[in-house]
């Protein structure tokens, strides 16, 4: 069941068509006030930027999840799917019921760049008693899940500013460079979809290939965005698990022995590859190839995985960054004659940098064991949350 809102026809502007989903189970006055939600942001949209054509469409439906409190990864995963379904390029999931935190002792909304999709919940802004300030609480909740969808990062002085509780408080719009950043993302976004222009390769290899060629800077710039470098810190086993193996392969002498019997151009080769086995691993291993799920080849689907695959690889490298920093200043400690008479170096200089990549490598096969033992929930939830708000 869906109702249309579409802008005016304004000549060949760049369209922009922009999803509410809303569960049916709703009471009347949450979905009148859901509704005047829409109406505004359709407004603010079209007045702030008027260079493009905006399709709005209301989305009702009776299969919304209905696990107590409601699971944020579930939400974006049921949105990405509806968005793709109704071709749409951005979808926001809104609902009166909590919100799970994974992260965050409290969470309001969830934005995914990867999916294109945020979810917000009404429940705190609720809960203040003067109802014009739930009417500003939950739009500008709503500007900051849709600014995170469109590529901003937080500020101070702008409704991208982080809060704990939202209650109307200023600031309540995006600034003047914000609104040009916008612009400019959708701008690329607004462009017609790889299988809507007739070219779109029957194959799915040179389906994916097309997208990478077509989209390659704004898949790179997503991915940068997602801040890969985070993800160990709320992976607790695949943290362990990497760390448990660096410390023996640094008490073994065997592990020294092999280092130095590798040439440093082999072990360059073996680096990558284990790099992009590691992610293999992981994207395969923990179902992440499900996510951007559609019955046929489109574009969005596509960038969707490619930018889930790409964000776990530069994970990765950044990973054994870290494992190679840790590795280099622990053998620098360490006494160098002991180091090199396990390696068979005795009265040699000890390559330090060599030994290094060698501990950081094993260290990414670790991890990706370590990856596999999560919980595929989590490892969901940390690739595809921009964040929690």
Known sequence: MTENHDSKDIGNHPQVAVGFLVDTGESREIQLRLQWLQDTICRDLERDFPEFSWSFRLILRRDFPRERPLDPLVLLEFGSELKIEYRLDFLLVLTSMPLMARFDQTVNGVPSNMLET?????????????????????????????????????????????????????????????????????????????????????????????????????????????????MVLHLGRFTAATAVSVIFLFLSAEAWELGAAIRSAWLDLILVAVLLLATLSIYFGQNLQEVGRADRMMEQAARSRIVLFGTLLVGMVSFWINLFLVSLGIIFLLPENVLAGWAGLAGQPLPMVHFSKLMATFGILASSLGGNLEEEHDLKAVLIYTEET
């Not at 899940?145 to 408080?169: A, C």
């Open 118 to 230: 945020g979810v917000v919940s009404l429940a705190r802004p609720l809960e203040n008693l003067e109802p014009e300030r739930v009417d500003r609480a939950i739009l500008a909740l709503c500007r900051h899940v849709l600014g995170h969808l469109w590529g901003l990062d937080h500020d101070e002085q702008s409704v991208m500013r982080p809060r704990e509780s939202w209650t109307g408080d200023e600031p309540l719009q995006w600034s003047a460079e914000e609104k040009e950043q916008i612009r400019t993302y959708l701008k690329d976004i607004a462009d017609p979809r790889l299988e809507e222009t007739g070219q779109a390769a029957a194959t799915a290899w040179r389906f994916y290939g097309q997208v990478l060629r077509r989209e390659w800077l704004s898949l790179a710039r997503d991915i940068i965005l997602f801040r890969s470098w985070r």
